[in-house]
């Protein structure tokens, strides 16, 4: 599933980006080498990383 339509980023590339560290979606979006365009997914995207904290 996409969470971000601009830069195509998926769900799971949000998962492994907070894995690895990635505390915001700003910088979750760095570790992919891209950046918030519309700011559209920001929300659902905090919300993926704050799963995967949660189940760290
Ligand atoms: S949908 Fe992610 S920046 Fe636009």
Known sequence: MLVCICNAIRESDVR?????????PRSAYQTLGRRPRCGQC?????????????GA
């Open 42 to 54: 920001l929300p659902f995207a905090r919300s993926i990383i704050e799963e995967e904290s949660v």
């Open 16 to 24: 492994d980006a907070a894995r690895k560290g990635a505390s915001c």
